[in-house]
């Protein structure tokens, strides 16, 4: 007997839930391109897109996903041969630092492992021996979405404004925005990258580049930049379609202007204490699970975890094994371990976007019941101290 009949719940770090008023806003014939309401819409979204990011910066919106913004970021600020810094926490920032090497960037790889959050004393101390200044950028990843670490954003900040070095610092709040508190402005970030497809609660399709005065001076000293990468025709255009350079992603503005305004009708603090919440029950279970048997923590310290994503280790097949029965049998995906093998045994829960209290427990008990059905040994208790989270909420 399969118990997946029913609404399928997609518990992955992205694409997350997207929820109904979203849908339904997309759901329309094409509006009118060359005039009207679109217009009015689209230039609606901007201070909106600000207020998430806590900044008076500029953004500028892109067609494509997070590899996308990742690529526009870099060709804004830097040129073939330049230098960039990368703090290795996990995948993604790999994944960017991929990026920039094939963009003809010299990439410096600084490892800080996949279960550990990256050290700013020593991102400074590279930077010190730097002294030439020939690091244009250092490209952190806010949350890293495979190991499920978040670093410290403020703190690296700090620790490069004390060297005096003046690289850029440009981040990936892809999996973070609107899930984790981020602060663009107090925590003085030049560039940061997003997509609508994690905190946003919109389809995969439309990406942000977000940046300061201080990254529009670097992007003014390039000798060129692609006419469609360009950030400045996007945020300063002389006619409707330069903002997306061509036609408007009609239907993703829609659906993002519904996620905005739930996001504005609930509050940018509340989202991230909602978050904060729905991630401490999500640990309380596992810390439980994990006192007996395979499963553990991949992040240990709770102050590096991330609010919308846990990455579980579950040697050495057990993640495997869970994946597969929670989804045919319950109806709910896990991720899985991004950048391991299946049999590595890792995967992931997300807990991103439009999640509330009983989407999460749900998937709590939907995990308990595949520990059972599987045999797979574990720590008593874990459904109910996620409970005494959310009923202290
Ligand atoms: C999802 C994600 C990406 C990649 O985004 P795509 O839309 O899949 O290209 C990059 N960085 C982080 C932190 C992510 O979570």
Same mark, same amino acid.
């Given at each position: 007997?399969?118990?997946?009949?029913?609404?399928?719940?997609?518990?992955?770090?992205? &694409?997350?839930?997207?929820?109904?008023?979203?849908?339904?806003?997309?759901?329309?014939?094409?509006?009118?391109?060359?005039?009207?309401?679109?217009?009015?819409?689209?230039?609606?979204?901007?201070?909106?897109?600000?207020?998430?990011?806590?900044?008076?910066?500029?953004?500028?919106?892109?067609?494509?996903?997070?590899?996308?913004?990742?690529?526009?970021?870099?060709?804004?600020?830097? /040129?073939?041969?330049?230098?960039?810094?990368?703090?290795?926490?996990?995948?993604?920032?790999?994944?960017?630092?991929?990026?920039?090497?094939?963009?003809?960037?010299?990439?410096? #790889?600084?490892?800080?492992?996949?279960?550990?959050?990256?050290?700013?004393?020593?991102?400074?101390?590279? #930077?010190?021996?730097?002294?030439?200044?020939?690091?244009?950028?250092?490209?952190?990843?806010?949350?890293?979405?495979?190991?499920?670490? $978040?670093?410290?954003?403020?703190?690296? $900040?700090? /620790?490069?404004?004390?060297?005096?070095?003046?690289?850029?610092?440009? +981040?990936?709040?892809?999996?973070?925005?609107?899930?984790?508190?981020?602060?663009?402005?107090?925590?003085?970030?030049?560039?940061?990258?997003?997509?609508?497809?994690?905190?946003?609660?919109?389809?995969?399709?439309?990406?942000? +580049?977000?940046?300061?005065?201080?990254?529009?001076?670097?992007?003014?000293?390039?000798?060129?930049?692609?006419?469609?990468?360009?950030?400045?025709? $996007?945020?300063?255009?002389?006619?409707?379609?330069?903002?997306?350079?061509?036609?408007?992603?009609?239907?993703?503005?829609?659906? #993002?202007?519904?996620? #905005?305004?739930?996001?504005?009708?609930?509050?940018?603090?509340?989202?991230?204490?909602?978050?904060?919440?729905?991630?401490? /029950?999500?640990?309380?279970?596992?810390?439980?699970?994990?006192?007996? !048997?395979?499963?553990?923590?991949? @992040?240990?310290?709770?102050?590096?975890?991330?609010?919308?994503?846990?990455?579980?280790?579950?040697?050495?097949?057990?993640?495997? $094994?869970?994946?597969?029965?929670?989804?045919?049998?319950? !109806? +709910?995906?896990?991720? @899985? !371990?991004?950048?391991?093998? &299946?049999?590595?045994?890792?995967?992931?829960?997300?807990?991103?976007?439009?999640?509330?209290?009983?989407?999460?427990?749900?998937?709590?008990?939907? @995990?308990?019941?595949?520990?059972?059905?599987?045999?797979?040994?574990?720590?008593? !208790?874990?459904?109910?101290?996620?409970?005494?989270?959310?009923?202290?909420?």
């Amino acid at each position: 007997m399969s118990l997946s009949h029913g609404r399928p719940y997609l518990a992955i770090p992205g &694409p997350s839930v997207v929820p109904d008023e979203v849908l339904r806003a997309m759901h329309m014939a094409s509006p009118n391109i060359y005039r009207g309401a679109l217009h009015d819409l689209t230039h609606s979204l901007l201070p909106d897109l600000k207020w998430v990011a806590r900044t008076e910066s500029e953004v500028a919106i892109y067609i494509g996903n997070g590899h996308t913004v990742w690529e526009a970021a870099l060709l804004n600020t830097c /040129a073939p041969g330049d230098r960039v810094l990368v703090p290795d926490t996990g995948q993604f920032c790999r994944g960017w630092a991929e990026m920039a090497a094939g963009l003809g960037l010299q990439v410096d #790889l600084l490892p800080f492992g996949d279960e550990a959050p990256l050290d700013p004393a020593q991102v400074a101390e590279t #930077l010190r021996q730097d002294n030439t200044h020939a690091i244009k950028a250092v490209l952190a990843v806010h949350v890293d979405t495979a190991t499920g670490v $978040r670093n410290d954003i403020a703190a690296l $900040r700090r /620790a490069i404004a004390e060297t005096g070095h003046p690289a850029l610092l440009m +981040v990936d709040c892809i999996a973070s925005l609107g899930c984790d508190r981020f602060e663009m402005d107090a925590w003085g970030v030049d560039v940061m990258v997003a997509a609508c497809q994690k905190g946003l609660m919109t389809p995969a399709g439309v990406g942000f +580049v977000y940046f300061n005065a201080r990254a529009d001076a670097a992007r003014g000293q390039l000798p060129r930049v692609s006419h469609h990468q360009d950030w400045r025709p $996007r945020v300063a255009p002389d006619g409707y379609w330069r903002l997306f350079n061509g036609t408007a992603p009609t239907h993703h503005l829609h659906g #993002l202007r519904a996620a #905005l305004d739930m996001m504005r009708a609930e509050g940018i603090e509340e989202i991230w204490a909602r978050h904060a919440k729905l991630a401490q /029950a999500v640990w309380a279970a596992l810390e439980a699970w994990s006192t007996q !048997g395979p499963l553990r923590l991949n @992040i240990a310290n709770r102050h590096e975890r991330s609010h919308a994503i846990t990455s579980v280790v579950a040697l050495p097949d057990a993640g495997l $094994r869970i994946q597969n029965w929670t989804e045919t049998n319950a !109806g +709910v995906t896990l991720g @899985i !371990g991004l950048g391991r093998t &299946p049999e590595e045994g890792y995967f992931r829960i997300g807990h991103m976007g439009h999640v509330n209290a009983h989407m999460v427990l749900g998937v709590l008990g939907v @995990i308990e019941a595949a520990l059972l059905a599987e045999q797979i040994s574990h720590g008593p !208790g874990a459904l109910s101290a996620a409970a005494q989270v959310i009923s202290t909420a």
